[in-house]
């Protein structure tokens, strides 16, 4: 009677090792999640961008909101807008030219890189994010800071230069991102090649590795995972726990995937390898 009861309690041992395993994991990648998008958006194109950007990267997201709800900046040919921007403009270094914005609730202590997104407002960053950055810009001083910017036509050097003013210790990548309005609804490509263009994947290297092995090398290229050492089995999962597929080769093909972060578990005998990688 015991050898029969032994064997599933076995396998169920072993599934409960397998599921603490991957649980592990998917712990030390939320925990690990550094990234910090920073947004503002009036006409909801910048909100489609990086809600685009947070399903390739992962990132925590913030969205800043002006303190008075229901502004119509776009009345009167933008006038509210206009004289905002003109406010900063005359007086940059006056708390008073900064609108007010709601409160915020983060804390930039525990993010490494932040990505601020903003729509352009006669040539510079629109003024509720330019009012975030004022009060906190120094709170990212040493963080690596990416921009992406939405316009309809006009050049984007001038929200660099408000970014910079408001960030200037910030350790900025380049080239920033900039989708035009025509090019919102599909932008899913021009991130992801801005991502490999700042070359995302090692910006964030400091915090993809969830465990290490000095036997085991993963690489990412393009179109396909290539393991260097022996292992028995490469499981890759999404950020959402759905196994995406299994292989026991050396290079596997990821072509048909989306462009994304995702955990690959590498098993080998008793060892478990697990990183957290950007396809």
């Not at 997201?61 to 900063?88: C, F, H, K, Q, T």
């Not at 915020?104 to 960053?125: F, G, K, Q, R």
């Amino acid at each position: 009677m015991k050898k029969i009861l032994l064997i599933p309690f076995l396998l169920f041992t072993e599934m409960k090792k397998s599921v603490l395993t991957l649980a592990v994991a998917f712990t030390a990648t939320a925990i690990n999640a550094k990234t910090l998008i920073v947004y503002y958006s009036f006409t909801n194109n910048v909100h489609t961008v990086v809600t685009d950007l947070q399903s390739q990267t992962g990132a925590d997201m913030v969205r800043i909101e002006p303190s008075e709800e229901g502004r119509d900046y776009a009345a009167n040919n933008y006038a509210i807008g206009s004289a905002l921007i003109s406010a900063i403009r005359n007086h940059p270094k006056d708390v008073a030219s900064y609108p007010g914005i709601k409160p915020v609730d983060v804390n930039l202590a525990e993010y490494d890189m932040v990505i601020v997104a903003a729509p352009l407002w006669w040539s510079n960053m629109a003024a509720p994010l330019q009012t975030f950055l004022f009060h906190n810009g120094a709170k990212m001083a040493g963080k690596k800071i990416g921009l992406i910017v939405s316009s309809a036509s006009s050049g984007i050097s001038g929200v660099e230069a408000d970014a910079h003013r408001l960030i200037p210790d910030g350790n900025f990548v380049t080239p920033s991102l900039w989708i035009r309005s025509s090019q919102t609804s599909n932008c899913h490509s021009l991130i992801a090649n801005w991502l490999k263009q700042i070359d995302y994947n090692t910006i964030t290297s400091a915090i993809e590795s969830v465990t290490s092995d000095k036997d085991m090398k993963i690489n990412v290229s393009s179109g396909a995972i290539s393991v260097d050492g022996e292992f028995d089995s490469l499981a890759l999962y999404n950020l959402s726990g759905r196994k995406m597929l299994e292989s026991s080769q050396n290079r596997i093909e990821t072509s048909a995937l989306a462009s994304g972060i995702y955990l690959v578990q590498i098993n080998s005998g008793k060892h478990t390898v697990s990183r957290k990688i950007m396809i």
